[in-house]
Structure formats: structure tokens, C-alpha cells
């Protein structure tokens, strides 16, 4: 089966998409991990201990994932 310029397109775009997806959260992990090195306290213990400051830090690299997840999905799509 032939594949036309069509396909290539897509499947190009979705290698793209998949890639984004997967740099995207390697990086949130990453600041995720930096962020526990660098802070005095263990974000962990102080999840635990139901410190909500940590866990609105927390939620907003959770937040960065999902803007990065979507907007490189949302751009392979063109």
C-alpha cells in the first residue's frame, strides 16, 4: 500500500505530537525534582503534612504539563 503526501503529513504530526508530549513532561519532572533540591523542605512530607502552599506549587507544575500537553497536540494539528 502506497502512502500518499497526505499521510506523511499526518503521520509526521503525530510523531511530533507523541515526542512533544513525552519532552513535555520529561521537563515537568525535571523541574519537578529541581524544585525538591533546591527548596529547604521535602515537598513530600510537607504534602503530607497538608501544607498548602507547597501544594498549590505542586498544582501549578501539574498545570504546566497540561498547558505544554496541549498546546504541542493542539499545534501538530495544523
Known amino acids: 500500500m502506497e502512502m500518499d503526501s497526505f499521510d506523511?503529513?499526518?503521520l509526521r504530526n503525530f510523531i511530533y505530537a507523541i515526542l512533544g508530549v513525552l519532552v513535555g513532561?520529561?521537563?515537568s519532572l525535571g523541574t519537578y525534582k529541581l524544585f525538591n533540591k533546591t527548596t529547604r523542605f521535602d515537598i513530600p512530607?510537607?504534602?503530607e503534612k497538608g501544607n498548602l502552599a507547597v501544594g498549590i506549587v505542586v498544582g501549578g507544575?501539574?498545570?504546566m504539563i497540561g498547558l505544554?500537553?496541549?498546546l504541542i497536540i493542539g499545534m501538530?494539528?495544523?
Open 45 to 47: 512530607n510537607e504534602l
Open 8 to 10: 506523511l503529513i499526518m
Open 76 to 78: 501538530s494539528l495544523n
Open 61 to 63: 507544575i501539574f498545570i
Open 25 to 27: 513532561i520529561l521537563s
Open 68 to 70: 505544554i500537553v496541549g
